[in-house]
Every structure is written in structure tokens, then in C-alpha cells.
């Protein structure tokens, strides 16, 4: 390895120390962490993870964030996929028009959306539930998952689609079963950049929900209140939310960077 | 070349209704408070441009706009060249490079108020691991909770944490798209390191850089979470961004007239500046 090397890997290092932190305080117990500084767990315990995995409100936290991003990722790509297409192959009236719109929607503050979403989604009855969220959060995520679907199919040649169609392939089949698989990349990407956005967004997922659909990252805030400041269930219920986020990330390794260079994106 | 057909619009339509339904009933709702006033009971008064007008010659809007603007100056001025920096040392190919990107993208996919969490127990003055070596091995005196300049180092060190792999990731997305070709011609005209940065290198990332200001103007313009439960604005309001202001004043202090001219305000900042970039960093393409 060359001396370039050294570069990525103190990126890392910064990357992961505050990381290393977190997972190392979540072994601690409360005690330990408030008596004093010490680099590594000096009585090593489980009893954090043990805590949130024998107490529903903490582990239906996890479910509940699962559950709405799940159907996010699932929603927002299903629906962008048609329209991405229809962005890449077709003119019509007022194409570009609705795709800078669409875009724009990107770039609200999710803050400015919260109240009215909140009385939106009250007055559907909708509120406290995953749809709710998941809705919400489509704001986002519909317009990334278009733009970048857009970019994938734009760079796949229209002969495709002419043979396939000259092939006697209908819309529906051809789409299904030829279209969508060669742009499996794009999909992967797609759908990673939802889930990402799905499940670090809070500010939203909190106003939209109460009890039913809590998601994890706000049951976390209550052990500031209750109990005093509970700083090592904290940290564990914080490493745990890292879990979801690196599994996913390991799948679409091979993608994102071939996959941001093959798309427009 | 697209073929003109008009039915594409079917294609695009549940994308039209689900994102409308989530804009623009909302986005009205936000309308309809900035022009009256409540006081309750669903009782409202037409209020006209009175709040807008209140809005934009307020101090307290000029401060955070202020702070706003430097935080995501900042930001950018930071994080798009050591990203770049950062990609171009990276390797183009072998068993290290999914290592790297997977350990690079990891900070963005930790929920925003965890990555808050996450830097408040690592900044404690006197039992987090960089407040410790801070204080106590170098003997600086730090406390982000006292000092202004502190809490600021902080926040803009969260977000250069954060997000800067976003940059790397896009910006070596684009490097590794380049043909080897590219590089053996430059090679045998003697180009220099910088040259081949220069002509080859900067020229092909020039799209998914411009994905990455934008992404990173956006996202960082409209930061809520991460400063908010790092330092919750403070100490005062020294590191109250736009957002955490627009909370305050809309969930707080309950004044839905002027959060809501606000509202409207920052939302035609932000977009007024993602076309401005936009369109500067396209112009060339448009010749």
C-alpha cells in the first residue's frame, strides 16, 4: 500500500471513533459512565441490550420503524418505477415542468411540513399509524427514487424496448420482465437511498405518531426524562439502530459506486 | 430522442397523486395560516402580507438566516473538497475498496437524532472520549454548553462526519467511471498529478458533483435534528439554525401566523439558491 493509503484510512479512524464510543458505553453500566472517564468497559455488562430486548415499548420501537420504512421503500419505488420511465422515454405535456416540481419537493424543510402534516393526517384518521409515516416520508423519497431511476433507464438503449415490443412483448410484460431486471442496479440504489432516508428521518416519524407507530428513535428520547439520564441504555438502544442501516449498506456494496456511476446520479 | 405520446401521463400519475396529496394539501394549509391571525377556537382574522412583512425586517429572522448561511457555507467550503480529496486517494479497485465504502457510508445511515446522541456523549467534558482528551490531555478548555465558538466547532465536526461520505461516495462514483485510456494518454503527454486532475479527473465528476452541492445545500440548509439534540440551539442562540427557530416559534410559541409566513420565506430561499447553483453549475453544458 502506498503512502496515499493513509488518506481513507484516517478518514476512517474519525469515522469510527465516535462509533467506538457509543458501542463501548453501551457495555457500561450507568454507574461506571458517571463516575469517570475510562477508555474501555471496566465492568462489562449486557444488562443495557437485556433492557430493551424484555420491554416491549422498547423493542416495538424497532418493529414499529421497520414496519413504516419497509413500506415506504416498497411504496416509493414501486410508483416511481412506471414514471421514471415514462421521464426517460417519452415527451408530454408538461414533462419537465412536473419533474422540477417533483424535485423541489426535496427541497422543503422537513420542519415546515410537521404541523400541517400532523393535522393532515388527524383529519384522515391516519394519524399514529405506519401508512401515516410512510405517506409522509413518500415526500422525500418519491422524487429522489424518480430521479434516480431516471438517470439508470435513460442510460439503457431504446432498442430495448423497440425489440421487445416489435417481439410482441405488451407494456405490462415487457416492463416486468425485461426492463426492470436490466436496471436491477438502479433499483438496488433506489430503494437504498429510501430506506436511508426512511429510517433516519425523525422529525416527521415523531409528529405523525404517538403510541401505536412510535418509532425507535423516539422511544430513545425518553431516557432522558424518566429515571434520570440513562446514558448507557441510551448508547445500547443507539448501537442498535446502527444494525439495520450496515446490513443494508453490505448488500448494495457492489452497487453504489457502480451504480452512482452508471446512473445520472 | 423521446417520442412524443401523451399517455406517459398515466405512467406518472400515482408518483402525482401520492406527492400532491403530500405537498400540496399541506403546502396550503401553511398558505392559509401565513395570511391570519387565531387566537383559538378555529376563529381566524385575515391578516393580509402583515406577517411576511413581520418576518423579513425581524431581527431574530435576519440572526438565524445569518447563521444559517455561514453553517451551510461552511459545510460545503469543508466537505466537498475533502471529499474529493478523499475519493481520489481512495483505491480504484481490490478487496479494500467495498471495506472502505461500506465503513464510509456508515454515519449516514445512523438516525439523525442518534447521530446527536452519539456526539454529545463523545464531546462531555469531563467522561466523553473527545471532551476528555480535549480537556484533560491537551488542557484546552472545552465545553460546548458554555462557549459559543465550542458548540459551533461541534455542530460543523458532526456534519463533516456526517455527510462528507456522501461527497466521497458520488465524487468516487464518478472517478472510477473514467477509462483507462484516459489516464495512459495523459501519461504519455507527461502530465502532471494536477493537470490529470485538472482536465481528466474534475471534468468527468463534474455531474455527480453537482448532485453533491446540491444534496449537501439542501439537506444542510434545512438541518433540524442533529444540531437540535446535540445543543438544542444553544448556549443562547448561538447555534440556532433556520429550522430550530421555525420549530420554536411554530410548536413552541404556538405563533402559527408568522411560523407560517416563515415557512413560505425559507422554503423560496431554498429554493432560490438550489436553482441558483443549478443553473451556474450546468451553464457550460447549455453552450
Known sequence: MQKRSIVPIVYILFLMLPIYWLVAMSFKTTNEILAGFSLFPQTFTWDNYITIFTDPTWYWGYINSIIYVSINTVLSVTVALPAAYAFSRYRFLGDKHLFFWLLTNRMAPAAVFALPFFQLYSAVGFFDTHIAVALAHCLFNIPLAVWILEGFMSSVPKELDETAFVDGYSFPRFFTTIFIPSIKAGVGVAAFFCFMFSWVELLLAKTLTAVEAKPIAATMTRTASSAGYELGLLAAAGTLTIIPGAIVIYFVRNYIAKGFAMGRV | ?287
Open chain 2, 1 to 287: 430522442m423521446k417520442t412524443e405520446n401523451q399517455r406517459a401521463w398515466f405512467l406518472v400519475l400515482p408518483v402525482l397523486v401520492l406527492v400532491a396529496f403530500n405537498a400540496l394539501i399541506p403546502m396550503m394549509t401553511v398558505v392559509n395560516y401565513s395570511v391570519q391571525e387565531t387566537f383559538g377556537d378555529n376563529l381566524f382574522f385575515w391578516q393580509g402580507l402583515d406577517w411576511y412583512e413581520q418576518i423579513l425586517t425581524s431581527e431574530r429572522f435576519h440572526a438565524a438566516l445569518g447563521r444559517q448561511f455561514l453553517f451551510t457555507g461552511l459545510i460545503l467550503v469543508i466537505e466537498v473538497p475533502l471529499g474529493i480529496a478523499i475519493a481520489l486517494s481512495m483505491p480504484r479497485q481490490g478487496f479494500w475498496v467495498p471495506v472502505c465504502l461500506v465503513l464510509m457510508a456508515l454515519p449516514m445511515l445512523i438516525p439523525w437524532n442518534v447521530v446527536g446522541a452519539m456526539w454529545n456523549i463523545f464531546t462531555l467534558p469531563d467522561i466523553g472520549l473527545l471532551g476528555y482528551f480535549l480537556n484533560h490531555t491537551l488542557g484546552i478548555n472545552y465545553d460546548m454548553t458554555q462557549d459559543p465558538l465550542a458548540a459551533w466547532i461541534t455542530i460543523v465536526t458532526m456534519d463533516v462526519w456526517h455527510w462528507t461520505s456522501l461527497v466521497v461516495l458520488l465524487a468516487y462514483a464518478g472517478l472510477v467511471s473514467i477509462p483507462d485510456a484516459y489516464y495512459q494518454a495523459a501519461k504519455i503527454d507527461g502530465a502532471s498529478n494536477w493537470a490529470v486532475f485538472r482536465f481528466i479527473q474534475l471534468p468527468k465528476m463534474k455531474t455527480v458533483l453537482t448532485i453533491a452541492i446540491l444534496l449537501r445545500f439542501m439537506d444542510s440548509f434545512n438541518i433540524y435534528t442533529e444540531p437540535f439534540v446535540l445543543t438544542g440551539g444553544g448556549p443562547g442562540n448561538s447555534t440556532t439554525l433556520l429550522s430550530i427557530d421555525l420549530v420554536k416559534m411554530a410548536l413552541g410559541q404556538f405563533d402559527l401566523g408568522p411560523a407560517a409566513a416563515m415557512s413560505l420565506i425559507y422554503f423560496a430561499i431554498t429554493l432560490g439558491v438550489s436553482w441558483l447553483f443549478y443553473t451556474l453549475m450546468t451553464k457550460d453544458d447549455l453552450n
